[in-house]
């Protein structure tokens, strides 16, 4: 019964409540304590922006680094274009370095197999590097291509005819 007659009391509105702060705290609005506050946090986030200026230009100072080190690591690079002599007279062209210019040796090797109609494959050589093997002659044709569509430049381009040689008697 004792619930019941406290709902018959309580009002169908919400009502405002008294709040009473305690006296020993400080007084969080005060004009002196809000300025303090401010400057304290101006001060914080010049520093904050300090920081973050510093951090930005060594960030930019070390990406225009790596960039201007790719760029003459790819003017050092030099693209090797082989042909190998493999029987009597079967040929097979290895083209080492692409690597260094941004191509991806999969895609190149794919690229090659059907534009020369041949089967081109991504090998490991002794060194630990990677090569793309194209069956058949096909140097002269490789290298207007690397320097065509690979972007690769001409002086970077070099080509070498590996002939076995033949018994002197």
Known sequence: MADITNAENVPSEPQARR??????????????????????????????????????????????????????????????????????????TAVSGLEAHGLDLKKVAKEFGKKFATGSSVTKTASGGEEVVVQGDNSDEIFDWVVEVGGVPEANVECIEDKKKKGGG
Do not use: F, M, W
């Open 19 to 92: 709040i009473v702060y305690c006296g020993v705290a400080p007084n969080h609005g005060s004009p002196a304590q809000t300025e303090a506050i401010t400057a304290s946090l101006s001060a914080l986030s010049v520093d904050a922006q300090k920081r973050a200026q510093k951090d930005t230009l060594k960030k930019e100072a070390r990406a225009l680094a790596a960039e201007t080190k790719s760029t003459e690591a790819k003017k050092a690079a030099k693209v090797l274009i082989k042909r190998v002599e493999r029987n009597k007279r079967k040929y097979v």
